[in-house]
């Protein structure tokens, strides 16, 4: 039969193998997996981590086989794991983002781990097994996104990872699963049946379960097929006048996916991934970063940061509404506020966990800065996270004008965080649950995933 789009897909998942891994796609996709580990973990401290959880503790009863981050001795059936776990990466929106938009760990990582405890002791997925299912997740969600230029920018409609994290979970689990290719294409199909979330749910706690439902339908819906479930065996294809994922974009040209060789380059090859200093929207990182530099401007021309001198904070940003809010009530709002991270950045010298508690977003100070906040729009900084910028002006009482720019913030994908800086932030995050010993054991785990015999151990 000729191939199809979908058929290409589903062809990919099923042949892939450890050896199409180049040692570029091995370290990058380690750094994501430690990075996911330890954003769920400290993520499991968080108000809308417990809601979830309990909230699948009280209402399914399962074979409970699955590990819960950060709590030990808590296990669930594999796919409400896979659920918990996601909504813990994603609860302080301080998961990884690629290009185009979308986190893409957090939607595929969970459902892994999970399915890793769920099969038999015979069947255990060892290390490499994991990594390479992990790719696979991670390659076809960015391989979805590049069939519309709609997804190159910042989202307006579904939020990203509903809509391929999916998708990638799925395929994810279809590997580790060891499908074959026709389930594989059926998996794909049936989460696409399960797929998407709208984008005005972002800054609210139910953000969090786009990438909790991501994992977890994903998850069900390789299962599904592995059950014999069927779906739609063009799910992926543009076909005139019936929908299928072209549904989630307004532009959308599918391509086939080539068989994998030693040559196949995968996307993490070329694209490496952005990691979060701090729990916010990526677009926070470059305000951020921008309001240091002024305030360092700001110290040397003052000798001390004197909010009282300042009579108007200009920021220049692009359009982009969900996260244009200039006075935030909530940490979730706070979180996606160019106004409130600038703000911060320029009160504390840092934005950190600290900075999106209560009492931090209701300072009087804050406010008094949040007042003063005026914003533009220049033509040149559009909604795009691989070409926008962030500036950020003090116009003084005094007349003269500080200003601060940022066009690619330190742990962007031009500009990767170091090894040191990313083990940093892991063992400041694990902190929060685990003893130094258990988060050095997960440090040398992972960076040896490839010798790890069995996966369910991680």
């Known amino acids: ?83 918990t776990n996601g909504v813990a990466t994603h609860s302080m929106d301080f998961d990884d983002t690629w290009h185009p938009a979308t986190h893409p760990s957090g939607a595929v990582l969970p459902a892994l781990l999970a399915a890793s405890q769920m099969l038999p002791p015979s069947t255990k997925p060892n290390g490499m097994e994991l990594l390479l ?8 969600q960015g391989r979805l996104m590049h069939f519309s230029t709609e997804a ?60 909790g439902n991501a994992t977890r339908l994903g998850f069900e819906a390789a299962l599904l097929a592995a059950r014999g479930m069927e779906a739609n065996p063009l799910i992926l294809d543009d076909i005139p006048g019936c929908s299928g994922f072209s549904a989630f974009y307004s532009i959308y040209q599918p391509k086939p996916l080539s068989t994998p060789s030693d040559h196949h380059e995968f996307l993490l090859e070329k694209q490496d991934i952005a990691f979060k200093r701090f729990p916010a929207h990526l677009g926070m990182h470059w305000v951020v970063d921008a309001a240091l530099s002024v305030r360092n401007l700001f110290i040397n021309y003052a000798g001390s940061f004197s909010p009282s001198l300042i009579r108007t904070i200009v920021l220049k940003i692009p359009v982009s509404k969900y996260i244009n809010r200039p006075f935030p009530s909530s940490e979730h709002q706070a979180r996606h506020s160019f106004q409130f991270n600038a703000c911060a950045a320029l009160l504390d010298g840092e934005v950190g966990l600290s900075s999106f508690t209560e009492s931090s977003i209701h300072r009087p100070e804050l406010r008094e800065l949040l007042d003063k906040v005026v914003v533009e729009h220049p033509e040149d900084n559009v909604a795009n ?74």
């Open 152 to 211: 190159h920018d910042i989202p307006k409609r579904f939020h990203p990872p509903s809509v391929v994290g999916t998708m990638g979970s799925a395929a994810a689990t279809a590997k580790l699963l060891s499908l074959s290719t026709a389930q594989c294409a059926h998996a794909l199909g049936i989460a696409a049946s399960l797929a998407g979330a709208p984008m005005a749910n972002a800054a609210t706690q139910a953000k969090p379960l786009h990438i």
């Open 133 to 140: 299912a992990f790719n696979v997740g991670l390659e076809v």
């Open 385 to 458: 996270f691989d070409k926008m910028y962030g500036e950020v002006a003090l116009i003084l009482h005094s007349g003269d004008v500080l200003t601060g720019k940022c066009d690619t913030f330190y742990g962007h994908w031009r500009k990767p965080l170091s090894k040191e800086s990313l083990l940093k932030k892991f063992r400041s995050n694990a902190s929060h649950v685990l003893p130094e010993e258990k988060i050095e054991t997960i440090i040398t785990m992972v960076d040896n995933l490839e010798n790890l015999p069995d996966s369910s151990q991680l």
């Open 1 to 83: 039969p000729e191939e199809t789009v979908t058929s290409s897909f589903a062809s990919f998942i099923h042949a892939v193998q450890p050896e199409h891994l180049s040692k570029t796609v091995r370290h990058r996709s380690k750094r994501m997996i430690l990075d996911s580990i330890g954003v769920g973990l400290v993520g499991s401290t968080t108000p809308v981590f417990h809601i979830a959880l309990q909230y699948c503790r009280e209402l399914y009863s399962s074979v409970a086989v699955s590990s819960v981050y950060g709590k030990p001795g808590v296990k669930l059936s594999p796919t409400l794991a896979a659920f």
